[in-house]
Antibody, heavy 116, light 105 residues
Framework: EMQLVESGGGLVQPGGSLTLSCVVS????????INWVRQAPGRGLEWVSY????????YYRDSVKGRFTLSRDNANNSLYLQLSSLRAEDTAIYYC?????????WGQGTLVTVSS | VMTQSPATLSVSPGETATLSCWAS??????LAWYQQTPGQAPKLLIS???TRATGIPARFSGSGSGTEFTLTISGLQSEDSAVYYC?????????FGPGTRVEIK
């Protein structure tokens, strides 16, 4: 069974940093394009970032460019989303999801709360 | 920009729910639907406007083109109570609609 498991969320002060991890099992990460999608409390879904199978192509939504960094370690079936200069509006559940343009497998999400 | 209507739909068990999704620009195929039940991650229902994902029952069907798309849930069951999101992947970045909440009467 294909699974993605996120971790690393928590409470962080505005301006702070956090690194989210996503570990995959049941399929080969090296063959999978991965995205992060977030959902603010009680709100809808918002695409955040994409990484290609090799990691050579990485894209971000405008509001996180320069603050978030997505990377992957295919050998360890893991991905990392580094969040920095965090703002209150970054508060959300962050989901690691597989797929190129639409998202067929979702992790359970990890909650990031940015608050003083 | 994707919009959805209605915001909330209340339907009796066994009836049919019709959910609408509109795009600000016309396209043909690149639309997906997701179901999110309370406390859970979203689940892919349909991609390519009308192709059901693995394991999705046939009572979920998608249609449409241009700027108007529809998700139809036939024979509504209690477990269909959820928020449903459409998502376009015709333009970058991919964007989601605000969702339609389906309640079972």
């Amino acid at each position: 069974e294909m699974q993605l498991v996120e971790s690393g969320g928590g409470l962080v002060q505005p301006g702070g940093s956090l690194t989210l991890s996503c570990v995959v099992s049941g399929f080969s990460l090296s063959n999978s394009e991965i995205n992060w999608v977030r959902q603010a409390p009680g709100r809808g879904l918002e695409w955040v970032s994409y990484i290609s199978t090799s990691g050579s192509d990485v894209y971000y939504r405008d509001s996180v460019k320069g603050r978030f960094t997505l990377s992957r370690d295919n050998a360890n079936n893991s991905l990392y989303l580094q969040l920095s200069s965090l703002r209150a509006e970054d508060t959300a559940i962050y989901y690691c999801v597989s797929g190129d343009y639409y998202y067929d497998v979702w992790g359970q999400g990890t909650l990031v709360t940015v608050s003083s | 920009v994707m919009t959805q209507s209605p915001a909330t739909l209340s339907v009796s068990p066994g009836e049919t729910a019709t959910l609408s999704c509109w795009a600000s620009q016309s396209f043909t195929d690149n639309l997906a639907w997701y179901q999110q039940t309370p406390g859970q991650a979203p689940k892919l229902l349909i991609s390519g406007v009308s192709t059901r994902a693995t394991g999705i029952p046939a009572r979920f069907s998608g249609s449409g083109s241009g700027t108007e798309f529809t998700l139809t849930i036939s024979g509504l069951q209690s477990e269909d109570s959820a928020v449903y999101y459409c998502q376009q992947y015709n333009d970058w970045p991919p964007t989601f609609g605000p969702g339609t909440r389906v309640e079972i009467k």
